[in-house]
Each structure stands twice: as structure tokens, then as C-alpha cells.
């Protein structure tokens, strides 16, 4: 709708101002709309704001949920690590028991050959 038939639509007086639309009430209605355009903007921006923002609350908490991921992780790797430090010293301490080579090599031999002695 054109500025000049909104002002014939809504001013009583609009043969004072001779419909040339610069009349003080003509531009108040012009301020009226803008701002009116201009709140539609904000909203629109306030919208996309807030969506970013619940997006990045989003990502903060997969964030912490990794980080906590990474803390068990690295936990449980520790453990392993004691574990196999655990395991190399029973093979070390066992290895040195009087026979003990002797038969891993007898082992060594069946799983080479495929047959079992007796």
C-alpha cells in the first residue's frame, strides 16, 4: 500500500497537509513502520540468537560428556598398563623357574611342526 494512500486512509486532515505526505503525522506513521519493521528484525535476530545459543549449550555439554568419556579412558589405560606390568613380571619371574624354557621351546616346536609328543 503506498505511503500516500495509507495517509488519505488514515488522516482526518489530510487536505491540510495537501496529500504530499509531509505532514507531521505522515512521517509519525512513517516512524510508526519502521520501527514496527525494525522490532520484526530484532525478533528475527533474537530468534537466531537464541538458537545459536541453545546450540552452543549443546555443544558444551558433549563436550564435558567427552571430557568425562576421556577421564574413564584414560583411567581404564592406566589400569591396563599396570595390568601388563603385572603380567611381564609373573612371564619374567616364571621364566627363570628351572625347566620352564625348556618346555616353551618344546611348545614352540609342536605349534611349528603341528603334532604333539607324548
Known amino acids: 500500500m503506498s505511503r500516500m494512500k495509507r495517509h488519505l486512509e488514515a488522516s482526518d486532515d489530510y487536505e ?9 503525522t505522515c512521517h509519525a506513521r512513517e516512524l510508526v513502520e519502521r520501527v514496527a ?4 528484525d530484532t525478533d528475527g535476530w533474537r530468534a537466531k ?6 546450540r552452543a549449550q549443546h555443544l558444551v ?5 567427552w571430557e568425562e568419556r576421556c577421564m ?3 583411567k581404564q589405560v592406566d589400569r591396563l598398563r599396570a595390568w601388563q606390568a ?3 613380571r609373573w612371564i619374567r619371574h616364571h621364566l627363570a623357574e628351572p625347566g620352564v624354557r625348556e618346555h616353551l621351546a618344546e611348545l614352540q616346536r ?4 603341528g603334532h604333539h609328543e607324548a
Request: with cysteine.
Open 16 to 24: 491540510a497537509c495537501g496529500i504530499t505526505g509531509d505532514c507531521e
Open 110 to 113: 609342536e605349534l611349528e611342526t
Open 61 to 65: 555439554e558433549a563436550a564435558e560428556e
Open 49 to 54: 540468537i537464541e538458537a545459536m545459543h541453545r
Open 37 to 40: 519493521d525494525l522490532e520484526c
Open 72 to 74: 574413564v579412558a584414560e
Open 86 to 88: 603385572t603380567v611381564v
